[in-house]
């Protein structure tokens, strides 16, 4: 079993900025890839970034490419994303998710899942 429990959400204006963390304990060594997706009011759950956690290589949405910043602390068993320049579409409940049993960019393929953190963009 892995926890993930993420913090850091929270209200923002636009062109704001607010970083996200996502704290992992339990067997984290099961999978190497850390990853954050965000859920919109009445919208599918979709991909914004992930890292390994062995090599920091990073993936990004093209949506959140240039703005957002996905980041790892192994000693600490932590992955953070940095967004800046938000905009009102960034508002969502933001997970952090590990060990993908499909194509990482999928959600359904995801065995773990923290509760979520609200990130909302005012215009």
């Known amino acids: 079993q892995v926890q993930l429990v993420e913090s850091g959400g929270g209200l923002v204006q636009a062109g704001g900025s607010l970083r996200l963390s996502c704290a992992a304990s339990?067997?984290?060594?099961?999978?190497?890839?850390m990853s954050w997706f965000r859920q919109a009011a009445g919208k599918d759950r979709e991909f914004v970034a992930a890292?390994?956690?062995?090599?920091?290589?990073?993936y990004y949405a093209d949506s959140v490419k240039g703005r957002f910043t996905i980041s790892r602390d192994n000693a600490k068993n932590t992955v953070y994303l940095q967004m800046n320049s938000l905009k009102p579409d960034d508002t969502a409940v933001y997970y952090c998710?590990?060990?993908?049993?499909?194509?990482?960019?999928?959600?359904?393929?995801?065995?773990?899942w923290g509760q979520g953190t609200q990130v909302t963009v005012s215009s």
């Open positions: 890292i390994t956690w062995s090599h920091g290589v990073t």
């Open positions: 998710a590990t060990h993908p049993q499909l194509k990482y960019t999928d959600y359904t393929g995801y065995d773990y």
């Open positions: 339990g067997r984290t060594f099961c999978s190497n890839l």
